[in-house]
């Protein structure tokens, strides 16, 4: 299975902020790499797709980049309704596996 | 717009099966591959498995010998059945559809709590 690890598990920040949180897979997955955001009680939204498409309806702060091992996700300034946990998810290979989650917490 | 809405028992005793169906609406279950993740309560995210509209399946091997995932195109269903279940399996049940080309999932089922307990 290829393993998913991201860093940090939480983060705190404030309104405005700029954020970036990483994501690293346990070997190459090319670009096979998808990021969500869960709000608590919530299924999963898809923000980004194929490491660096933005899906259709998500605001423009989201951006991601990244190939083969590693990702990173970007919010350019955050806004209160971002605050939430945030996945990545490898679709190169089964068993898809997804990162361990990283909680954003308002400061 | 498409959706999806999972069914089935909120509570399961153990040794028991668990059976979930997901129901799509908005679109045919045609073209793409149909999977179930699962949740436990405060965790992150777990891939079961998934079935393509034609029948194949692909299920997660730290699961593979209790998991049956099944299609039926003519009600626009997918079903969900593991067996042998224990407390570890007490988890919010997600059914959700990826896309064939990047394998991302766009569409989500709302989840289900599914708790094993006597």
């Known amino acids: 299975d290829i393993q998913m690890t991201q860093s940090p598990s939480s983060l705190s920040a404030s309104v405005g902020d700029r954020v970036t949180i990483t994501c690293r897979a346990s070997?190459?997955?090319?670009?096979?790499l998808n990021w969500y955001q869960q709000k608590p009680g919530k299924a999963p939204k898809l923000l980004i797709y194929?490491?660096?498409s933005l899906q259709s309806g998500v605001p423009s702060r989201f951006s991601g980049s990244g190939s083969g091992t590693d990702f990173t996700l970007t919010i350019s300034s955050l806004q209160p309704e971002d605050f939430a946990t945030y996945y990545c998810?490898?679709?190169?290979?089964?068993?898809?596996?997804f990162g361990q989650g990283t909680r954003l917490e308002i400061k | 717009q498409v959706q999806l809405q999972e069914s089935g028992p909120g509570l399961v005793k153990p040794s028991e099966t668990l059976s979930l169906t997901c129901t799509v609406s908005?679109?045919?279950?045609?073209?793409?591959?149909w999977s179930w993740i699962r949740q436990p309560p405060g965790k992150g995210l777990e891939w079961i498995g998934y079935?393509?509209?034609?029948?194949?399946?692909n299920y997660n091997p730290s699961l593979k010998s209790r998991v049956t995932i099944s299609v039926d195109t003519s009600k626009n269903q997918f079903s969900l059945k593991l067996s042998s279940v224990t407390a570890a399996d007490t988890a919010v049940y997600y059914c959700?559809?990826?896309?064939?080309?990047?394998?991302?999932?766009?569409?989500w089922g709302q989840g289900t709590l599914v708790t094993v307990s006597s």
């Open positions: 908005g679109g045919s279950i045609s073209s793409y591959y």
């Open positions: 070997q190459s997955i090319s670009s096979y």
């Open positions: 194929a490491a660096s």
């Open positions: 959700a559809r990826a896309d064939a080309a990047y394998g991302d999932y766009e569409y």
């Open positions: 079935i393509y509209y034609s029948g194949s399946t």
């Open positions: 998810q490898q679709s190169y290979s089964t068993p898809r596996t």
